[in-house]
């Protein structure tokens, strides 16, 4: 059962790395960045809540006082996050997106330790300098060449921090039982929201426009890139050990590699080291000791 779970893991993992496919077709019919996350979030609150009404309907209900815990988590986890990672795409690589996005952990500890009280370790201080040399690496400032913008390096440092967001938010959720489906159609519920507001008030709002090709494959983004993955992943959990699954996870930046030759871009050596400190990072930070929770 645990080969299982890893394999559900890890195919969840190749699907989100796949994220550059959708991307860079939407942003061939000239959508850019908030549009896309507009139409990814339609899609996802649609099918979720399709799922929800068929299997679930008591999940829409939800306590008052915690709407504003699902608005942050929407708008200043999800839009931010969507919003840099898509943005890291368009300026820089797709493996530099994903592995930038893989500081996410990093930032998770850093939020702990000052707002959660919990220890800096050892263990974690060295996955934090894994970390920030992998964003060296990976930024290209150690080489001659292949240099990314620092444009591109502040976006994919955001991805990662509002991905942290998401994981700070959706534990206290989780820890409040509500299940996984209602959290991520309120999420995305208060995400399409804020972006749309967001999407009001600038030129991109003519890109929302209908135009079928440009809805399907928003739709096969949400569905591929977003709902399949989340609950593969979720159902993965179930036969492997939180500690193990972030590490099977690192699949995704490795994906998002393969993903970007297809489309000509180059893995120099220095990105090659970058790439390999920053999932050490991540393996270190899982890997068990003899502190409570394993970090």
Aim: charged share 10%.
């Amino acid at each position: 059962m645990v080969k299982k779970g890893s394999a559900l893991i890890f195919l969840a993992a190749v699907l989100w790395g796949a994220a550059g496919i959708f991307v860079k077709t939407l942003s061939g019919f000239g959508i850019t960045s908030m549009p896309i996350v507009v139409f990814r979030c339609v899609f996802t609150v649609l099918l979720i809540g399709i799922i929800m009404l068929a299997n679930n309907p008591s999940g829409f209900k939800i306590k008052l006082r915690d709407i504003y815990l699902f608005a942050l988590n929407g708008i200043f986890s999800i839009v931010m996050f969507n919003f840099c990672y898509y943005k890291t795409m368009e300026l820089s690589t797709l493996s530099v997106a994903a592995i930038l996005l893989y500081t996410a952990p990093i930032f998770v500890m850093i939020i702990s330790v000052i707002f959660l009280g919990e220890k800096l370790s050892l263990k974690k201080i060295a996955a934090l300098i894994l970390s920030f040399g992998g964003c060296t690496f990976v930024s290209g400032v150690l080489g001659s060449a292949a240099k990314i913008p620092y444009s591109a390096l502040i976006y994919g440092l955001l991805t990662g921090f509002g991905y942290a967001l998401y994981t700070i938010f959706g534990n206290i959720l989780i820890k409040k039982s509500y299940s996984t489906l209602t959290i991520i159609f309120y999420t995305f519920l208060f995400a399409l929201l804020g972006s749309l507001i967001i999407t009001a008030f600038t030129h991109e709002t003519a890109q929302l426009r209908f135009n079928g090709a440009v809805w399907l494959w928003a739709l096969l983004m949400a569905l591929c890139n977003t709902i399949l993955p989340y609950i593969l992943y979720t159902s993965g959990l179930k036969f492997v050990s939180a500690s193990t699954a972030p590490i099977i996870a690192t699949a995704e930046p490795v994906a998002a590699t393969v993903v970007g030759l297809f489309y000509g871009e180059r893995l120099t050596l220095y990105g090659v080291i970058g790439i390999a400190l920053v999932l050490a990072s991540v393996v270190i930070l899982n890997i068990r000791g003899g502190e409570k929770g394993g970090n």
